[in-house]
């Protein structure tokens, strides 16, 4: 089990960026290769504030982000999904984002960090875990 400890400071960033995917075996457009505009949001999380006083440098955490989403954009998630997954589900895009993020949030004095992927205004998966 993970402990956390608690209280935490917060601090986040977003993007969107455009990707295809489909889901095996269902009918339908979801059944099919098709496009969504997600929204990934970001939050990191720190028990301690560092240096001037923040959680972590936000612009470290804006360029691995921008960096992450030109590894995806306008790509079908394929390409990122792993052995273990039928397909890549926002879950499994959250997963993957945090796997690729967490070198750069530990470095920039973050904690933990949470990872939503929205895939319209409503719906979204996401993924939380200490980055240690």
């Known amino acids: 089990a993970v402990c956390y400890?608690?209280?935490m400071y917060s601090v986040g960033t977003a993007s969107e960026v455009s990707a295809w995917h489909v889901m095996p075996g269902m009918s339908g457009p979801e059944g099919q290769l098709?496009?969504?505009?997600y929204r990934l949001e970001l939050v990191?999380?720190?028990a301690q504030l560092r240096g001037k006083g923040w959680v972590c440098d936000l612009d470290v955490l804006d360029a691995a982000l921008a960096e992450a989403v030109g590894r995806v954009a306008d790509q079908d998630l394929e390409i990122i999904?792993?052995?273990?997954?039928?397909a890549v589900t926002v879950e499994v895009f959250a997963r993957w984002l945090h796997e690729v993020l967490a070198d750069a949030v530990r470095r920039a004095g973050g904690e933990v960090l949470d990872v939503r992927v929205w895939e319209s205004a409503v719906a979204f998966g996401g993924y939380r875990a200490p980055v240690a």
């Open 34 to 37: 098709h496009t969504h505009d």
């Open 81 to 86: 999904r792993p052995e273990t997954a039928e």
């Open 5 to 7: 400890r608690w209280p």
């Open 44 to 46: 990191v999380e720190s």
